[in-house]
């Protein structure tokens, strides 16, 4: 009899089970938007090569590979010491001739007569993970390298910070601790880099 009058109701186990859920919620949803912040932070601040191939053939796929290497070497003389990536762009825009260029004599030393396009664009990335860092979803200003019917499978890295680059040294990083560190320690993230590239789909960000 003591036990039954001092035991919580049912309504009172209800609405504390709802107030944690709630409390829960609230604070996921923080934590997640401090995450979506900083990576909103680190595509601000980031400079991407995308080289995209012919097609998914082994001869294209090869051309790919020795156009980026032409491209990494010119733009490790192009790039380094920049102050921000406002001046990374400006560097990118007024080295476009150089890198076409680039591309151009490792396509024909190659013996293929493809077209490449090389410009500087805005577009959609998923969630990529490199050996020593992964960068969140989302739209980022790019290097875009296109040869011929640019059908073929992508490559993409970094110029702004030269994560790509050899002159780095690996001393290449992002501005502030907090987007050094999301991009160094991808795997805790895993489940916010899924749900925050999930975010980007359904709000039509990804288009």
Known sequence: MFLKKFAPSRRAVLEASVGLGLLLAVLLTCRFSSFAAVAASVRANTLRLHVQANSNGPDDQLLKFRVRDAVLETAGRLFGGEADKAAALEVARASLPQIQMAAEKAVAEAGSRLPVRVYITNMYFDTTGYADFTLPAGRYDAVRVELGAHAGKNWFCVLY????????????????????QLIKEGSPYEIRFAALEWWERVSGRAE
């Open 161 to 180: 910070p030269g994560l790509c680059l050899p002159a780095a040294g690996g001393e290449a990083a992002y501005p502030t601790p907090a987007e050094q």
